[in-house]
């Protein structure tokens, strides 16, 4: 299984850009579809974005789209969020997390569902302030 660890988060403003780092290792990431998931206190933890192994391929929740970009570096084993016009209501830990198999699933459904995906990293803190 692979292992991620997320990176990049901070203290930012409204408006404000951030780019987020997942950094995998014990396998070849370019093997893994991989999602970015967020989580507020007190909220359940949400869909945020995916990239296929590729790269090829993505989707976005409906809150993000326009705004946040998901991107990967396959030759480094890296996946990257790039979210501009932040909002106050982005805080949250924001996670990565990838799944065996690089094609996108074709249900929504499946994609957005957590419990799709085996592999976690531990979080990166990411607090927006007005």
């Known amino acids: 299984q692979v292992q991620l660890v997320e990176s990049g988060g901070g203290l930012v403003q409204a408006g404000d850009s951030l780019k987020l780092s997942c950094a995998a290792s014990g396998g070849a990431l370019s093997n893994y579809r991989t999602a970015w998931f967020r989580q507020a206190p007190g909220k359940e933890r949400e869909f945020v974005a995916i990239?296929?192994?590729?790269?090829?391929?993505?989707f976005y929740a409906a809150s993000v789209k326009g705004r946040f970009t998901v991107s990967r570096d396959n030759a480094n084993n890296l996946v990257y969020l790039n979210m501009n016009s932040l909002k106050l209501d982005g805080t949250a830990v924001y996670y990565c997390a990838a799944v065996l198999g690089a094609v996108l699933p074709p249900s929504r459904r499946y994609r957005s569902n957590p419990n799709s995906y085996p592999a976690w990293g531990p979080g990166t803190q990411v607090t927006i302030s007005s």
């Open positions: 990239i296929s192994g590729s790269g090829a391929a993505t």
